[in-house]
């Protein structure tokens, strides 16, 4: 080493020594209480939505093969200063705090159906809205089944439940609350139950088709003259044609076949437990994206947004184009891929 590069560098060592020496005899007491005052800030503004809101948040459009970028099934609807959610996959609570959604204000949660991908999130959503000042229960609404899983959930809870119970009662914060409100939807053939009224928001449940599930869900919600119909899982399924037609959004499940039966191949041909043959049976329980296009366009439905998207593509430009290759061949409208974190405006669109 010549002496100059030795000179500098006992200069920079002896610099970040200093720098080191300095930072440490500082007091971040402001910084961090900064940090910390923006954060209840948020929570603060987060739980005030506004009266008027009519806005969608995807808070997870992946699938049970879930990614960081995309978390497992989640839409949320904030409307009439409420958050509805339509579904909530693993991590939701998080997420949704996350993008600002108005998580005090949690106003019901209706489950498509009991995949494991669409209700692993709930407990924590429901124990953590409590838990953080929810003092009323909440509506929750699914197909056959979903009662009895709130209640398992309470049952899981116990301990947990008991302990809170004793410090937060002082708040008013009491553990019956926490899991109550929870009943199961029944709707019969083509027909569609209305599960939810509200200053003008219509919410009703009507049958999709999710081999080999007798109760699967979609919703479709009414509100200041718009119409947004979330499928749930589905395969290409009469439910929506009848409910989606001329739907101002259109919230679809979508499957790429080509990229998922090149997926089963590799998995395969290297001797993984999950087979070609599997691809096959996720295939035929779910709508491909040639088919979401012929049904868009026959409901004439003004966007389709696809989420659930299998597999869980990286949420790129030129991913999200070769995912939905074909589709503006065959559907008109406008055809948006959600990724986590992405807002929509319903009235704004
Ligand atoms: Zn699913
Ligand atoms: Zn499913």
Redesign the pocket.
Known sequence: MSKAIKNISLAILATLIAAGAYLYSQDFRPVVYKVAEKAVEKIVTDSQPRKDDFRLLFCGTGSPNRTPARGQPCTALVANGKLFLFDAGEGAIGKLSEYGAPVGQLGGIFL??L?S??ISGVAEVLHNTWLYGRRNPTIIRGPHGTEALIKGFESAYDEDLTERNRVLAAENLKRETVFAGAADIHVEGSSSVIVHEENGLTIRAFRVD?PD?HH?FGYRIEHKGKVVVIS??TKASDGIRQYAQGADILIHEALNSEILLHVGEQLELRGAPITRKRMAVIAE??TSTLELAEIAQQTAAKNLVLTHLIPALPPTWIAEQFFTSGMGDIYKGNIIVARDGQWIDVLGL
């Open positions: 498509t159906h995949h991908d669409h999710h599930w699967a749930g899982d329980a779910h």
